[in-house]
């Protein structure tokens, strides 16, 4: 299932701007030994399909270049928080849509090495229960909402 359009330019804003937040958080935590002692998670409560929508590009055809860089640009928050590195300790994706949820288990094969867990429920409910269960002493945690 292939999410609707969504966004504009100040998605992609948002998107590097998380990327690079994600990088320097885990790099702090993981680099810094009161940080290192913490277990540390990211939560994605709209999790979506993991990337966003490709529009329809009859221009690819004839300047297959101008694709080049297409794939780096569909990154959602999902593909972009799994590929910084130093990782975090855990991953939730939260995505109500059944479909759209499956769509983020085909994404979680490619990084069997991670820890994630994918539900597939209300982002509200989800985090309720979340929230209760943190362990604040032990556990950091980014909330993407």
Not at 35 to 58: K, L
Not at 127 to 137: D, S
């Amino acid at each position: 299932m292939q999410q609707e359009f969504f966004g504009g330019s100040w998605t992609q804003k948002k998107l590097q701007c998380l990327s690079k937040y994600l990088a320097a958080y885990t790099k702090i935590l993981k680099r810094n030994p009161k940080g290192a002692y913490f277990r540390i998670s990211y939560v994605d409560a709209f999790a979506g399909t993991g990337q966003m929508p490709s529009s329809e590009m009859p221009l690819l055809e004839l300047l297959p270049e101008m694709g080049e860089g297409l794939d780096e640009y569909r990154k959602g928050s999902v593909t972009r928080a799994l590929e910084i590195e130093p990782g975090f300790d855990q991953y939730i994706f939260i995505e109500r849509d059944k479909k759209r949820s499956e769509e983020l288990h085909a994404i979680r094969a490619g990084f069997p090495q991670k820890r994630i867990t994918i539900a597939t429920a209300d982002a509200n409910d989800y985090l309720r229960g979340w929230c209760k269960a943190f362990n604040a002493r032990t556990s950091r945690a980014v909330l993407f909402p």
